[in-house]
């Protein structure tokens, strides 16, 4: 009986080591992220000027910048890793950063507007 305990032992451990590697993976990908930053009078220089920070240049920002919101909101849409996140959360004018998707951003206005 004892062999048979190893062995699911082993098969367990394989598992877990597998799944731990499959889910480090997912975090390390870019996903779609809305990030919302402060009023400005030049929204979309901001917009650029902020990812910029994190990506390295203006023109790697205008290239990933997948739409800007500039309406009601002050933010972009743009695909984005943990890391990036995080350093794009430093920077000053940056309000707050959601997953992108249009269920997530039904979902948070849903909860913030009051519609009569």
Do not use: W
């Amino acid at each position: 009986m004892a062999p048979l305990f190893g062995y699911y032992r082993v098969i367990f451990l394989v598992i877990f080591t597998l799944l731990a590697a499959s889910s480090k993976c997912e975090v390390d990908e870019a996903s779609v992220q809305i990030v919302y930053m402060a009023k400005s009078k030049t929204s979309s220089a901001s917009h650029i000027q902020a990812l910029a920070s994190v990506l390295g240049s203006e023109m790697a920002a205008k290239k990933a910048i997948i739409y800007e919101y500039t309406r009601t909101i002050n933010g972009f849409a743009v695909k984005l890793t943990a890391d990036q996140i995080n350093a794009l959360l430093k920077h000053p004018a940056v309000l707050k950063i959601l997953p992108g998707g249009t269920e997530n951003v039904a979902a948070h206005v849903s909860t913030t507007l009051r519609i009569p």
